[in-house]
């Protein structure tokens, strides 16, 4: 079977700054994997990379065993990030339109009306996003990037900033698409959401990967000592 993303010795510098160092992983198909991480451990510029938005300074990255930066492999993957990709001055359906033009979807009033319901946004559809709550916008940033179906998922931080209702709403949905065998890369710095949804996790310190292990063998206490023990040791080295 073909890796569904493979992740061989990255590296990434910005001048001076280390932002990745000979980062390795696989990710198998239909997987769901867990990048842990504090705020500058890497985990962004690491999605960047994989969806193609950035270069490696070294090290190569395959999506299903091909570059990701090629323009097909583009429309393989979808972001959701800090960064909505929505236009402000258009209604959500507009924003939806203009994506599924993009990306040539077939049956797109129907995917749309789908993606809508999916993220509870029907009954503003018609309005600007600009009048949208954080919330909301992210929420119809999800209903982007899952409105061409992608093969990979790349989540980053995506819980920030949602009220209570939205996370549950967010929590749910990607468990149905990780029931439906789409491969997710989700980056958090919360070890419970991480145990909730993930079969995997990767532990991010200091631009490398320190810890790799399976949900099911740990618990959040269990990945929080790990994580701390492998922190001590990277420091005194």
Do not use: C, W
Not at 98 to 126: A, C, P, S, W
Request: proline share 3%; aromatic share 6%; charged share 25%.
């Amino acid at each position: 079977m073909v890796p569904a993303l493979q992740i061989n010795k990255v590296s990434k510098d910005f001048g001076r700054i280390i932002a990745l160092r000979n980062v390795s992983f696989v990710v198998q198909p239909g997987e769901f994997v867990s990048i842990l991480g504090r705020n500058g451990a890497g985990k962004t510029t690491l999605l960047n990379i994989i969806s193609g938005i950035s270069r490696p300074s070294s090290g190569t990255v395959q999506l299903s065993g091909t570059d990701p930066s090629d323009r097909i492999n583009k429309a393989k993957l979808a972001v959701i990030s800090h960064e909505m990709f929505l236009y402000g001055n258009l209604t959500a359906l507009e924003n939806l339109e203009y994506y599924g033009q993009v990306y040539n979807i077939k049956n797109m009033e129907q995917r749309i009306e789908q993606v809508l319901r999916d993220v509870e946004l029907t009954h503003r559809r018609f309005d600007l996003v600009a009048t949208y709550s954080r919330g909301m916008t992210q929420r119809l940033t999800i209903a982007r990037a899952l409105l061409h179906k992608p093969l990979l998922l790349l989540l980053d931080e995506p819980f920030t900033g949602l009220d209570q209702h939205a996370v549950g709403m967010l929590t749910a949905l990607l468990k149905a698409l990780k029931d439906q065998g789409r491969t997710i890369l989700l980056t958090t710095h919360d070890l419970h959401t991480a145990s909730t949804l993930s079969e995997r996790y990767l532990i991010l310190e200091k631009h490398s990967i320190i810890q790799d292990g399976s949900m099911a063998d740990t618990s959040p206490d269990e990945i929080r000592e790990k994580y701390f023990s492998a922190k001590r040791m990277k420091e005194e080295k």
